[in-house]
């Protein structure tokens, strides 16, 4: 049974493991969109079939790889080398380029190369998510369930949750600086670089969570086992906390993998060309010490006081900032904005993950995370980007700046304020499932009262 209180090793491997694949991830919802979308010549309707395909292939490979680490009592071996296949695919892009395509296949119609080029960086993306949702989605998630339990679970989500935002500030500006100054390319070798030493920096750090023994049984019956009727009716409580992540993760994705375009195409924020001064760097790390600071208090105070005080004002300043968003036209303000949703989001992260982590069965999380990253990736990343494509071909039409001429002199949509509006419509319904769960722990704290995980 793990310890209430988080080791000093725990410590170390959720800030290790967290922020490097949070930063790879970053880099994939951010940059990978921008590339396929500035570098490569593409359109929002390809970034949502790129982010559709790598959803399918993390939920596919989490299911396989989640299940056969259960049953093979192993974590650690799947997180390591992951991380360091996880990176060598990172730098593959390095090499994907128009010019290369024409030159691979032989091919010198322009539309030909570019719908190529399109494809190819669909395929090596499902090629990189399938080692980093082994890795991370499958393997380490695991690892952080067993590691943990509900008496600390409030506090290690506020690390992680720290992790994407915090990634995606320093990618915003970092990875944006590097392809300004040295291109693509350079960046991707430097990321892959950085992954592939986590995994090896991991067989020195990381304690071996499993039980090391081989689980006997069925490997494809316990596939589905997550989809059982009676695993389903047993594990009611997980289900509608999973249903609220999902609700909750496609808001999040009808504007998340158009937000940076929305930013640098609409707002006119060129990302690959932020300047960094010394009093931009200190004021950028003094709200970044801030901002963990702030995560992890979240995290302490979820676990001390209740989720339940929590969770509807999250959804509350979430689904606000988002409406806020939709008609604000200046980017400073935008900014401002941007900071209520990042907070609304941030507390909504500890506390649904947290919740998902505390109705997860002990000794079976591999089992489940094939099912997590249904209701985590899956229907959000395909439903999200879709309906958010949906918007922006709708409305781009009736905005001054709502069409782009890319570097190939084709004109193509931008990402408009409807989106913002759209995922705060949807937002509005985080709190249907949240509303029956918490009922559903009414009934439960009868039996049980002093339950960590009935506590929302």
């Known amino acids: 049974?793990?310890?209430?209180?988080?080791?000093?090793?725990i410590w170390v491997n959720l800030i290790l493991f967290g922020f490097t694949g949070q930063v790879a991830w970053a880099i994939e919802n951010i940059y990978f969109n921008t590339f396929l979308f500035n570098y490569i010549g593409a359109t929002t309707a390809?970034?949502?079939?790129?982010?559709?395909?790598?959803?399918?292939?993390?939920?596919?490979?989490?299911?396989?790889m989640g299940t056969l680490s259960d049953k093979l009592g192993r974590r650690k071996v799947f997180i390591c080398a992951g991380y360091i296949l996880w990176g060598v695919t990172v730098m593959?892009?390095?090499?994907?380029?128009?010019?290369?395509?024409?030159?691979?296949?032989?091919?010198?119609?322009?539309?030909k190369v570019a719908a190529a080029t399109v494809s190819i960086v669909i395929i090596m993306d499902c090629v990189m998510t399938f080692m980093g949702s082994t890795s991370n989605d499958a393997a380490f998630n695991a690892w952080v369930t067993d590691v943990t339990v509900p008496q600390n679970r409030g506090t290690a989500e506020g690390i992680l949750s720290t992790m994407p935002i915090l990634a995606t500030l320093m990618v915003t500006a970092g990875f944006g600086a590097g392809v300004a100054a040295a291109g693509y390319p350079a960046c991707f070798l430097a990321l892959g670089v950085l992954v592939t030493l986590c995994g090896f920096a991991g067989l020195l750090t990381l304690k071996e969570s499993g039980n090391k023994i081989k689980k006997q049984g069925n490997y494809f019956a316990e596939l589905v086992y997550g989809f059982r009727p009676s695993v389903v009716r047993d594990n009611r409580r997980l289900y509608l906390a999973l249903a609220s992540v999902c609700i909750f993760s496609t808001a999040?994705?009808?504007?998340?993998?158009?937000?940076?375009l929305y930013i640098q195409h609409y707002l006119g924020l060129d990302i690959n060309h932020l300047a960094v001064t010394p009093k931009t760097a200190a004021i950028a790390a003094l709200a970044l010490a801030g901002f963990i600071g702030g995560a992890v208090g979240m995290g302490i105070a979820v676990d001390r006081l209740g989720k339940k005080k929590f969770v509807f004002p999250a959804v509350a300043v979430f689904v606000a900032g988002l409406f806020i968003a939709t008609f604000v036209k200046k980017l400073s303000v935008f900014g401002l904005v941007a900071l209520v949703i990042i907070a609304g989001y941030g507390l909504l992260m500890i506390i649904l993950n947290a919740s998902v982590?505390?109705?997860t069965p002990e000794g079976k999380a591999g089992l489940f995370q094939g099912v997590r990253m249904i209701f985590f990736v899956l229907?959000?990343?395909?439903?999200?980007?879709?309906?958010?494509?949906?918007?922006?071909?709708?409305?781009?039409?009736a905005h001054e700046a709502g069409t782009y001429i890319n570097d190939f002199g084709e004109t193509v949509l931008?990402?408009?304020?409807?989106?913002?509006?759209?995922?705060?419509?949807?937002?509005?319904?985080i709190a249907v499932p949240l509303l029956m769960l918490r009922k559903r722990n009414k009934e439960a704290e009868k039996a049980a009262r002093q339950d960590p995980a009935q506590d929302i």
């Open 1 to 9: 049974m793990p310890k209430a209180k988080l080791g000093r090793k």
């Open 252 to 260: 999040v994705q009808i504007f998340m993998p158009y937000v940076f």
């Open 379 to 397: 229907i959000p990343m395909v439903a999200g980007p879709f309906a958010g494509n949906r918007v922006i071909e709708r409305f781009a039409g």
């Open 92 to 111: 593959a892009f390095a090499f994907i380029s128009r010019e290369n395509t024409a030159e691979l296949l032989r091919i010198t119609d322009t539309a």
């Open 414 to 429: 931008v990402p408009v304020p409807e989106i913002f509006a759209s995922a705060a419509v949807l937002g509005v319904f």
């Open 357 to 359: 982590r505390d109705f």
């Open 46 to 64: 390809d970034i949502s079939k790129m982010v559709a395909f790598s959803a399918a292939t993390a939920v596919a490979t989490t299911f396989l």
